[in-house]
């Protein structure tokens, strides 16, 4: 558990700015173009000049709890002097070589730890970020078939799917918004149902049939592979399915002879209450897709873990059966060094994840007595909770509104659509924790 440091002052209180539909507290900067956001739209964003365990500080003295580690990525918390140090170290030996002629021992390390956690996963792809990881997957996944010369096309996802902003990863989504401008240009993918489910759900048996038997269908198509997040469907509102589902949904790939995909971008490294969500699932994915967390969120990379047996088609001495994929900054030493440290606090401290969910739960449970939520769900470290709305054209005002409300609180929370959600670094301490809760609570009291 964390506590501020001592040298900083007393948290100050954050009387925020009134804000009328269009008019902003503070200036866009002229040279930034900020993801998922425009002026338009949305609040500028706010100057942060530093960050320590679950707190954020901001250039003019306010604190803030960063009650969804900064987009997922922030494991332990910020600032964590273990990952910093081992950074700081292996900066002053080497801090870049090129991957495709030279290998380095952060690596190596960091691929064994990982094969060692993942049985039967053998070899370990470089990239860096989630959507590149999951893009890696993607060509291995097709470029597997065509090198047995049996070429599989088809490729199944489930509704609601994210799996990134790159076109293979986009295409492999779910189609939105977002992906509109680009639509023409994505290949299909066939969709299976994703059976979410919540507290008191009495009819997730009878809609996981449903989508089981979609999927039987669709797999009598020879099929290249079915791509999921285990557990949870963040980007599309923490959408969570049941382990005995995903079981069935493995078993129908592994029948069809197709590969399964774990998508565990977001998943991965405790946020499920397990150090990976397949494990927690009890399935045995063929290709995983990991970042993230896997740095503890202090430097972009991601990794692709496969079956030998993959690899294996990819080796000969016809030079069409190589994988020519690969970034400039692949298996950056740095990031590798990072990666191992944080790896080193999930195994020193795995109480640290197992634990966090019995901590969300009694608050969760006061939260949903609020008349205007439903839907309380909770998988590991991940809590959410749908705001009951009439119109699906209020959801941005409303959203806004419960993050300007929270910020006030000195809580930052980031609602996707009517989903409320929590998702804290492990540094957050018993006290941090209830205050996002009372934040929470307040904003939906006051909508």
Not at 157 to 172: I, N, R, V
Not at 207 to 217: D, K, T, Y
Not at 309 to 334: C, K
Request: proline content about 6%; hydrophobic content about 40%.
């Amino acid at each position: 558990m964390s506590t501020p440091i001592s040298n900083r002052s007393t948290q100050p209180q954050y009387h925020g700015h009134e804000h009328d539909q269009g008019t902003l507290s503070t200036p866009w900067h002229p040279n930034l173009w900020h993801p998922f956001a425009q002026e338009a739209l949305h609040d500028s964003p706010e100057m942060i000049c530093s960050g320590w365990g679950p707190w954020l500080e901001l250039e003019d003295g306010r604190r803030v709890l960063d009650a969804i580690s900064s987009w997922w990525v922030t494991l332990h918390g910020h600032g964590e002097p273990t990952i910093a140090a081992a950074i700081a170290q292996q900066a002053q030996r080497l801090e870049q070589v090129i991957f495709a002629n030279f290998s380095h021992h952060p690596a190596v390390t960091l691929a064994e730890r990982l094969c060692l956690v993942w049985p039967g996963l053998d070899r370990l792809f470089f990239s860096d970020n989630g959507s590149t990881g999951v893009e890696v997957c993607l060509k291995i996944a097709l470029q597997y078939w065509h090198n047995r010369g049996e070429p599989r096309q088809q490729l199944i996802a489930f509704a609601g799917a994210y799996h990134g902003d790159t076109f293979g990863a986009m295409a492999l989504g779910a189609r939105s918004l977002w992906t509109n401008p680009f639509d023409p240009l994505l290949f299909a993918v066939a969709r299976c149902p994703c059976p979410a489910t919540w507290w008191d759900d009495e009819t997730v048996e009878y809609r996981e049939q449903g989508a089981l038997e979609r999927l039987e269908q669709l797999l009598e198509t020879p099929t290249a592979a079915v791509i999921l997040e285990p557990l949870v469907q963040g980007a599309s509102g923490m959408a969570m399915v049941r382990p005995t589902f995903l079981q069935q949904v493995a078993e129908r790939v592994q029948a069809a002879g197709s590969l399964l995909i774990a998508d565990e971008v977001m998943t991965g490294f405790g946020r499920t209450g397990a150090l990976f969500a397949s494990h927690k699932a009890a399935i045995e994915p063929d290709l995983v897709a990991l970042s993230k967390g896997l740095t503890g969120g202090f430097l972009p990379m991601a990794v692709s873990l496969v079956r030998e047996e993959i690899y294996q088609a990819f080796v000969g001495e016809n030079p069409q059966r190589t994988l020519f994929h690969g970034h400039s900054f692949t298996a950056n030493p740095l990031g590798c060094a990072a990666a191992n440290a944080s790896l080193t606090l999930l195994e020193a401290h795995p109480e640290r994840y197992e634990g966090f969910a019995a901590r969300h739960r009694p608050h969760l449970e006061q939260l949903a007595r609020q008349p205007n939520l439903e839907h309380a769900r909770l998988c590991g470290t991940i809590a959410a909770i749908d705001l009951k709305v009439s119109q699906s054209g209020s959801l941005p005002h409303l959203g806004q509104q419960i993050r300007r409300a929270c910020m006030a609180d000195g809580v930052f929370v980031r609602p996707l659509g009517n989903v409320l959600y929590l998702l804290p670094p492990l540094a957050m301490g018993d006290e941090e924790l209830e205050q996002c809760y009372r934040a929470l609570t307040r904003a939906v009291e006051n909508l």
